[in-house]
């Protein structure tokens, strides 16, 4: 190979490293994103809620709101990803899970302690086990 057809490698490498990067930080640093499920208080309705690094959100953004239900969340995002050019993106990723399971917890729904994922849950939102 020449020296052109080597760089042309390393550049592509690079740019896949550095896209790469927040995906390895947030495995590594958060974990992997767990299904855990909660339970409304009063009427017993079971929904899905995650913990853990959002690996869709790194990828699809404020679309993850919009299909969770939280409009107005999305659209917030939608504003914050236009307004930094799409920087948001790279740091929401790392916030939004635990973000929308507050929202949920202060909203009436409690974590299903019967859940495999319950201790991480309880872990990352600093709850102590029941």
Request: hydrophobic share 55%; glycine share 10%.
């Amino acid at each position: 190979m020449d020296s052109f057809a080597i760089g042309v490698w390393l550049v592509v490498l690079g740019i896949v490293g550095v896209l790469a990067l927040p995906l390895i930080i947030g495995v590594f640093v958060i974990g992997l994103q767990r299904p855990v499920m909660v339970v409304h208080k009063t009427s017993g309705m079971r929904k899905k809620a995650y913990v853990g690094f959002s690996w869709s959100y790194m990828l699809v953004g404020w679309w993850v709101p919009l299909v969770r239900g939280e409009i107005g969340i999305g659209a917030l995002h939608f504003a914050l990803t236009l307004f930094t050019f799409g920087l948001t993106q790279l740091i929401f990723c790392f916030l939004y899970n635990k973000q929308q399971l507050s929202r949920l917890l202060l909203a009436g729904w409690e974590l299903d302690p019967s859940d495999p994922n319950y201790a991480k849950a309880c872990k990352s939102m600093n709850i102590q086990v029941l």
